[in-house]
């Protein structure tokens, strides 16, 4: 919902490629797989950049509103280590107006009734439909004054914003395979 200013965001799928084995005694062996938090983290914003790009021109992300969730392991190639993992991320996006963009809604509104303008109003790119108060300096009016100089245009309280919400990915659940040391007939 692009006027709410709340982007529908998809996880994130990272495909990796780091693995390292390990060895312990003759008898144990074992692999694991890691996958950096970093890695985590740029990816999440990557995907979170080109979502809010998506949303158009003049919408950036709200940087304290980026939310990264917990990671799952999608797959794991047991040939080649790559884990495939889905990462819940969401942010809030808020579109920037430009100066020459406050201008034209400025003029747009001249002479309109109150009713016309908010309606206007809604129809705009980037404007809550639900946040839209017209308040008059000098007592009460039923039309917008007919020079847009006398027309002022303030953004919403950054701290109303709501928070977000992510819905958590189901991965694998790793399953042990044990292995035991074959017989190499010396009694060993």
């Not at 060895?23 to 990816?43: K, L, P, R």
């Not at 990264?68 to 579109?95: C, E, M």
Request: hydrophobic letters at 35%.
């Amino acid at each position: 919902m692009a006027e709410s200013g709340r982007p529908a965001l998809p996880s994130v799928v990272l495909s990796v490629a780091n693995s390292a084995s390990f060895s312990g005694g003759v008898s144990e062996q074992a692999s694991v797989g890691y996958i950096m938090n970093s890695d985590e983290t740029t990816m999440a914003n990557h995907a979170l950049t080109t979502a809010a790009g998506q949303l158009g021109a003049g919408f950036q992300l709200v940087p304290t509103s980026v939310t990264i969730g917990h990671p799952a392991t999608k797959s794991i190639d047991p040939n080649s280590g790559v884990s495939s993992i889905a990462i819940p991320v969401g942010a809030l996006a808020r579109y920037q107006f430009t100066s020459a963009q406050l201008q034209v809604i400025s003029a747009a509104l001249e002479n309109k009734s109150v009713a016309a303008a908010q309606t206007y109003l809604k129809k705009q790119p980037g404007i809550d439909p639900t946040s839209i108060s017209i308040h008059f300096a000098d007592g009460s009016g039923s039309t917008m004054p007919g020079d847009p100089q006398h027309i002022t245009l303030k953004p919403m309280n950054g701290s109303t914003l709501p928070s977000v919400s992510l819905t958590p990915v189901v991965g694998l659940t790793p399953t042990p395979t044990p292995t035991f040391p074959t017989d190499n007939g010396n009694g060993d």
